[in-house]
């Protein structure tokens, strides 16, 4: 019955029959033009036996050594935006930014799975890429349960209007994931190609009239002992919602400094015709 078949879908992978599943597979793998990164840290239990020092260290060294080259290849003319779906212990912190296109289609660069990653070395990883983003424009974050602390200290950090705090529910789910699914619908959104992405968005489902993740739990594909509860779904709706709600001022852009122009030729390659950066 319909319990047998949650219960293969959550241990197995295996859709359901009859599953109102919202995004075709023709979506989304057209949605996924080219390979980009996914940055995973994934957690051991050795990780608690650190000391505070060497923990910070641990993740500092990950920063530099993955996450900076991701930021340096940001196209700094761009409006950036992001979302937050938090886990802590089973399931995977999903980040996702986007950056806005000409075409206004939302284009993520690279996104982060964060597996057993404590709450205050998540939020060292999430300021230090907002505080890179080019022209920061907001994001959106789970607030739900024990993201909570999360969202409200990044909110103090950066702003209200800057931090939407979102409270996951049915009526949230319902009003903004049919969003999304046009987005898909229409070519309007562009993500890595990952097959564990591509089976988060298979988490998005219609129940009870509802387009929202469903709450069976995946394996990951990537390390099967780990599971999945859609989180990669979840930050693209919450980053398609900040997309929406983008609260940067868009008409300045701060010139780089003729040292800029010397170290970094490339990320502002353009820019003497396009700015005036003479």
Same mark, same amino acid.
């Given at each position: 019955?319909?319990?047998?078949a949650?219960?293969?879908?959550?241990?197995?992978?295996?859709?359901?029959?009859?599953?109102?599943?919202?995004?075709?597979t023709?979506?989304?793998?057209?949605?996924m033009?080219?390979?980009?990164?996914?940055l995973?840290?994934?957690?051991?239990?050795?990780?608690?036996?650190?000391?505070p020092?060497?923990?910070?260290?641990?993740?500092?060294?990950?920063?530099q050594?993955?996450?900076?080259?991701?930021?340096?290849?940001?196209?700094?003319?761009?409006?950036?935006?992001?979302g937050?779906?938090?886990?802590?212990?089973?399931?995977?912190?999903?980040?996702?930014?986007?950056?806005?296109?000409q075409?206004?289609?939302?284009?993520?660069?690279?996104?982060?799975?964060?597996?057993?990653?404590?709450?205050?070395?998540q939020?060292?990883?999430?300021?230090?890429?907002?505080?890179?983003?080019?022209?920061?424009?907001?994001?959106a974050?789970?607030?739900?349960?024990?993201?909570?602390?999360?969202?409200?200290?990044?909110?103090?950090?950066?702003?209200?209007?800057?931090?939407?705090?979102?409270?996951?529910?049915?009526?949230?789910?319902?009003? %903004?994931?049919?969003? !999304?699914?046009?987005?898909?619908?229409?070519?309007? &959104?562009? *993500? /890595?190609?990952?097959? #564990? +992405?591509?089976?988060?968005?298979?988490?998005?489902?219609?129940?009870?009239?509802?387009?929202m993740?469903?709450?069976?739990?995946?394996?990951?594909?990537?390390?099967?002992e780990?599971?999945?509860?859609?989180?990669g779904?979840?930050?693209?709706?919450?980053? %398609?919602?900040?997309? !929406?709600?983008?609260?940067?001022?868009?008409?300045? &852009?701060? *010139? /780089?400094?003729?040292? #800029? +122009?010397?170290?970094?030729?490339?990320?502002?390659d353009?820019?003497?015709?396009?700015?005036?950066?003479?």
């Amino acid at each position: 019955g319909s319990r047998k078949a949650a219960m293969r879908e959550e241990l197995d992978a295996s859709p359901r029959d009859g599953s109102s599943v919202c995004l075709p597979t023709l979506w989304v793998e057209r949605a996924m033009s080219e390979p980009r990164t996914i940055l995973r840290l994934a957690l051991g239990d050795d990780f608690t036996e650190m000391t505070p020092d060497e923990r910070d260290a641990y993740i500092d060294d990950w920063i530099q050594r993955y996450l900076e080259p991701e930021l340096q290849k940001l196209d700094q003319r761009k409006q950036h935006c992001a979302g937050q779906d938090y886990a802590r212990h089973r399931d995977f912190s999903f980040i996702l930014p986007f950056y806005i296109a000409q075409d206004l289609r939302r284009i993520a660069p690279f996104a982060i799975e964060m597996h057993k990653v404590p709450s205050r070395l998540q939020q060292k990883i999430l300021w230090y890429m907002l505080d890179r983003l080019p022209r920061f424009g907001g994001i959106a974050m789970d607030a739900t349960g024990n993201g909570e602390t999360l969202a409200e200290n990044t909110a103090e950090k950066y702003g209200e209007h800057m931090v939407h705090q979102i409270k996951l529910s049915r009526a949230w789910y319902g009003l %903004w994931t049919p969003k !999304l699914v046009t987005a898909f619908e229409e070519d309007m &959104i562009d *993500l /890595p190609i990952d097959a #564990d +992405l591509k089976n988060d968005c298979s988490a998005i489902e219609e129940v009870d009239g509802i387009y929202m993740v469903s709450k069976a739990r995946a394996k990951d594909i990537k390390d099967p002992e780990l599971h999945r509860h859609g989180d990669g779904a979840v930050a693209m709706i919450l980053g %398609w919602f900040a997309s !929406l709600h983008l609260s940067s001022p868009i008409e300045f &852009i701060p *010139l /780089p400094s003729a040292s #800029d +122009l010397e170290m970094n030729q490339d990320r502002y390659d353009g820019w003497f015709s396009e700015a005036g950066c003479i």
